[in-house]
């Protein structure tokens, strides 16, 4: 169809090579979507008659997807059915002014635009999920690691909430380059534009983007925006990765701290007694995927000439998978974590065994007056003569706390009677710093992040509705030309 240059139809094996239909049905919808605008402009500006603008448009009703298409792309398919329908007179007219190279970039910023909103609903949620699972949690103890070493008593909420927090600057990362994608790029043709009397913003306005692509050739020869999408998404599966790798290893029998829900796990094809993490696992690995899908887009762009290249076309795939993969795992883990069942005797137990107190001991020594990389060393020979003689802190006797004070000026009395009241639980009682893991700090983090959620989900719906908004109105605008 479009290879009027040449003088012969392209071969069978070629076509199959260098065809994306398939992967083009993602964007076929909002290729009829972008082409009723398209021709309504038209009619508008006085390119293509209103008898024309209503044929094709009822042509544009009745496309519907075939693999047996036989065409190149999604935009030759549509057209050739247009054509197909409307006739050569009036069909014809559908892709004046218009290329499918800013044909594909609209599509495709519209598709992603439309992705980013369904991911933030999702990551959303999945926020909601954390902050309800940690209202529940707030005096649950666990140890909190560094290095994979137990570092400090700690709560489960305050561990559930560092993730909710995470995945809340997932949705402003997102939000940022929504703004960024919300572009038209439409009316700025192959490279350079047109000499017909277009009128882009209207047709970006009809569309509900917040503008346009300006330059012509930014606007359909870049793909920063699909390589800045499909980096925020995998940053986003990183961050979902993370929580999966922790409840694996937790839901270990050496760990023991929770346990899958049965829907979340599968058994073994031969050990009858395993409960298999499968939905976790699978998590880490669609993490690498797309780890791949961002090293695919950046490689493809990377070494192109200004001005579009075919090689554009590969960037499709990334962006389709970053999306089903982003959604899928979004929409998986927030059941999961919401019935997962928290073994609370056990994560305190660990909590116990540990001698995490040191600390605590060490900050209640600094105020006595005493300084603190003093009390750092005190502290330290206490856990080192606790760990030894399999006690506690807080059962060492005055001889264990005059071994500690050794070299120094401090009483050990002082110590000793610091060191019996420490435990774990008088250890998240004081623990009073802004964002700790201490029980005062629980109950305002929680509300403080129900509130930005709800905040987060208002400006989300204030585009999703600006978007539909649009659209009605074009559809109404299409109906009754």
């Keep these: 169809m479009y290879r009027s240059r040449l003088g012969g139809d392209i071969g069978d094996a070629t076509l199959r090579y260098v ?281 493809a762009v990377k070494g192109l000439a200004t001005g579009y290249g075919r090689d554009l076309q590969q960037a499709k795939q990334a962006v389709w998978s970053a999306s089903r993969i982003c959604t899928g795992a979004l929409e998986v883990l927030r059941p999961l974590l919401l019935t997962i069942k928290v073994d609370e005797k056990r994560m305190r137990d660990a909590a116990e065994s540990s001698n995490l107190v040191a600390l605590d001991v060490s900050d209640r020594l600094v105020l006595e007056g005493i300084p603190f990389r003093v009390t750092h060393q005190i502290a330290g020979a206490l856990a080192r003569i606790a760990h030894k003689s399999k006690k506690p802190i807080s059962g060492l006797q005055i001889n264990d706390a005059k071994k500690a004070v050794r070299g120094t000026s401090v009483d050990a009395q002082l110590v000793l009677d610091v060191a019996s009241s420490a435990t774990v639980s008088s250890s998240l009682r004081e623990r009073k710093s802004a964002g700790s893991s201490g029980y005062a700090e629980q109950k305002r983090m929680i509300a403080g992040r129900a509130k930005k959620i709800s905040s987060y989900r208002t400006e989300l719906a204030s585009r999703e509705n600006k978007i539909k908004s649009a659209l009605d109105y074009l559809q109404k605008q299409a109906d009754h030309i």
């Design 19 to 299: 065809s994306s239909v398939d992967d083009d049905a993602e964007i076929m919808a909002y290729d009829i979507i972008g082409s009723q605008a398209h021709v309504l402009m038209l009619n508008r500006c006085g390119i293509i008659r209103k008898t024309d603008a209503k044929k094709i448009l009822a042509a544009l009703r009745q496309v519907r997807y075939s693999k047996k298409s036989g065409a190149e792309d999604i935009h030759e398919m549509v057209e050739s059915i247009v054509i197909k329908k409307a006739g050569m007179e009036s069909g014809g007219r559908m892709h004046t002014a218009r290329s499918r190279n800013d044909q594909v970039a609209l599509d495709m910023r519209m598709k992603v635009r439309n992705d980013i909103n369904v991911i933030c609903n999702r990551i959303l949620d999945l926020a909601e999920a954390l902050v309800s699972v940690a209202g529940s949690h707030q005096k649950t103890i666990m140890p909190l690691y560094t290095h994979l070493q137990q570092a400090q008593a700690g709560l489960f909420s305050h561990y559930l909430l560092s993730h909710a927090d995470v995945l809340l600057r997932d949705v402003q990362r997102l939000a940022g380059t929504y703004g960024r994608v919300n572009q038209s790029p439409l009316g700025a043709g192959p490279v350079g534009g047109t000499g017909l009397p277009i009128d882009r913003a209207m047709v970006a306005q009809l569309l509900g983007f917040d503008g346009i692509v300006e330059n012509s050739i930014d606007a359909t020869s870049s793909r920063d925006f699909a390589a800045e999408y499909v980096s925020m998404t995998s940053i986003l599966m990183t961050n979902l990765s993370r929580i999966a790798e922790d409840l694996v290893v937790w839901s270990t029998a050496e760990f023991g701290f929770i346990e899958l829900a049965d829907e979340f796990a599968s058994p073994s094809s031969i050990m009858p007694q395993k409960k298999n993490p499968d939905i976790l696992e699978l998590t880490r690995g669609k993490t690498a995927h797309m780890l791949g899908d961002l090293i695919a887009v950046l490689a």
